[in-house]
């Protein structure tokens, strides 16, 4: 199975800074990584899938890059909203896996 | 409006076995491949099981493969998840999701989740 690492487990940021996530495949996945967001209590959204395209309704200042096993997701200005939970998740091969999140908490 | 509709959840003893359906409504329902993610309270996410769209070819994480068993019957929209020899480890919110019709997987929507609860 494909394991997926995210990096940090949690961060600390304040509203306006600009905020990387990593995410690292044991393996090479192609551009096949999507981002998710989780809020407490609720289902987990879509923002970014195929590595860099930006799920319908996602805002902008939200980027993804990367290829291979080196994955980033990027908020270029932090708003109130996006303080969350992200996940990761490769679809190249089944079983699908998922990073074990990136906690983003107000500084 | 595409709406995904888990139910079936429950508490149930180690061994047991339960089914969780999906309703699915406000899309071609019988385009979609279809998934389940669980998710055990305060941690992550674990992708379960998927099916394509005809229902011909299924595929299981390994940690429920042989116990579970993903069907659909898309004359009436729904999905369904068979879990039987249930331990605590299956203890989770389960979601149904919807992959993108087209192209790569895309998990473009989820339910709000039905709650499994493993314990005697």
């Known amino acids: 199975d494909i394991q997926m690492t995210q990096s940090p487990s949690s961060l600390s940021a304040s509203v306006g800074d600009k905020v990387t996530i990593t995410c690292r495949a044991s393996?090479?996945?192609?551009?096949?990584l999507s981002w998710f967001q989780q809020k407490p209590g609720r289902a987990p959204k879509l923002l970014i899938y195929?590595?860099?395209n930006l799920h319908s309704g996602v805002p902008s200042r939200f980027s993804g890059s990367g290829s291979g096993a080196d994955f980033t997701l990027t908020i270029s200005s932090l708003q109130p909203e996006d303080f969350a939970t992200y996940y990761c998740?490769?679809?190249?091969?089944?079983?699908?896996?998922f990073g074990q999140g990136t906690k983003l908490e107000i500084k | 409006e595409v709406q995904l509709v888990e139910s079936g959840g429950g508490l149930v003893q180690p061994g047991g076995s339960l089914r969780l359906s999906c309703a699915a409504s406000?899309?071609?329902?019988?385009?979609?491949?279809m998934h389940w993610v669980r998710q055990v309270p305060g941690k992550g996410l674990e992708w379960v099981s998927r099916?394509?769209?005809?229902?011909?070819?299924?595929h299981y994480a390994d940690s429920v493969k042989g116990r579970f068993i993903i069907s659909r019957d898309n004359a009436k929209n729904t999905l369904y998840l068979q879990m039987s020899s249930l331990t605590d480890e299956d203890t989770a919110l389960y979601y149904c999701?919807?992959?993108?019709?087209?192209?790569?997987?895309?998990?473009?929507?989820w339910g709000q989740g039905t709650l499994v609860a493993v314990s005697s």
């Open positions: 999701v919807r992959d993108f019709p087209e192209g790569p997987t895309r998990l473009d929507y």
């Open positions: 406000g899309f071609t329902f019988s385009r979609h491949w």
């Open positions: 998740q490769q679809s190249y091969s089944t079983p699908y896996t």
């Open positions: 099916i394509k769209s005809d229902g011909t070819r299924t």
């Open positions: 195929t590595t860099s």
């Open positions: 393996q090479t996945i192609d551009i096949y």
